[in-house]
């Protein structure tokens, strides 16, 4: 988690709030948007000094808005620089696949067909993610 936050408020500054609805509409496959688990990692990351925050007023409300830091910035270029292993990647769900053969023929085949469809779907995001990043890349 803290990893995915460094990333986002490279590309901008953001509340908790923020990063934590962002993670919900375009990463929620990747790791929890729990506003638990956004608030635990910065207030993590601001301890080590990887995050900054500021606080402004609007209104009545307090906001507290986070940037990386220089520190988070190496630490981040570090991770995004180690391979992927994706050996390391669990997911209990593929337990459903090991047993399909013990489920009834019509169970099995809707289980199966809408896990592909699942599938597909991180397919899509997948791709849209690679397709941002080549965009960006053209722009540099």
């Given at each position: ?33 729990s506003a638990g688990s956004v608030q635990t990692a910065l207030s993590k990351l601001e301890k080590q000094g990887k995050v900054a925050a500021s606080e402004t007023l609007e209104g009545m409300r307090r906001k507290k808005t986070f940037s990386i830091t220089n520190a988070g ?68």
């Amino acid at each position: 988690m803290e990893y995915l936050i460094l990333g986002l408020l490279i590309l901008s500054p953001m509340t908790g709030y923020e990063l934590q609805q962002f993670i919900r509409k375009n990463l929620a496959l990747i790791c929890s948007h729990s506003a638990g688990s956004v608030q635990t990692a910065l207030s993590k990351l601001e301890k080590q000094g990887k995050v900054a925050a500021s606080e402004t007023l609007e209104g009545m409300r307090r906001k507290k808005t986070f940037s990386i830091t220089n520190a988070g910035r190496s630490a981040f270029s570090a991770w995004a620089a180690q391979p992927m292993q994706a050996e390391k990647v669990k997911n209990m769900e593929l337990a459903h696949l090991f047993f399909a053969g013990l489920a009834r023929p019509q169970e099995r085949l809707a289980a199966i067909g809408d896990y592909i469809h699942q599938m597909e779907d991180t397919k899509a995001v997948l791709c849209a993610i690679r397709d941002r990043f080549r965009q960006l890349q053209h722009k540099e």
